[in-house]
Nanobody, 124 residues
Framework: QLQLVESGGGLVQPGGSLRLSCSASGFTLDYYAIGWFRQAPGKEREGVSCISSSGSSTNYADSVKGRFTISRDSGKNTVYLQMNSLKPEDTAVYYC?????????????????WGQGTQVTVSS
């Protein structure tokens, strides 16, 4: 069973940056498309970004385009979400999810495996 672990969350001031990591043990993430999702208090979970299993295709929600960048490092078996110019409305629990051999999607129903989430708080 693929187990995903997110890390890198924390408290940051508006305009600041964070880099989230999604890693797995015992499985290579190269065979999986990875999506990043977030859920703010009282709101539904939403897709933020995704990357195909090959790494050749990425997609972003309109709300984060130009500020967030998704990438993967095969050597470290890790997928990253670089978040710049953070806003208070980016505050949420961020989850990574995986689906085998796929282009990736911002639709959470496409994913089979989920991490436990990491809290991101943007506040002064």
């Amino acid at each position: 069973q693929l187990q995903l672990v997110e890390s890198g969350g924390g408290l940051v001031q508006p305009g600041g940056s964070l880099r989230l990591s999604c890693s797995a043990s015992g499985f290579t993430l190269d065979y999986y498309a990875i999506g990043w999702f977030r859920q703010a208090p009282g709101k539904e979970r939403e897709g933020v970004s995704c990357i195909s299993s090959s790494g050749s295709s990425t997609n972003y929600a309109d709300s984060v385009k130009g500020r967030f960048t998704i990438s993967r490092d095969s050597g470290k078996n890790t997928v990253y979400l670089q978040m710049n110019s953070l806003k208070p409305e980016d505050t949420a629990v961020y989850y990574c999810a995986a689906v085998e051999y796929d282009m990736g999607s911002l639709n959470e129903g496409e994913y089979d495996y989920w991490g436990q989430g990491t809290q991101v708080t943007v506040s002064s």
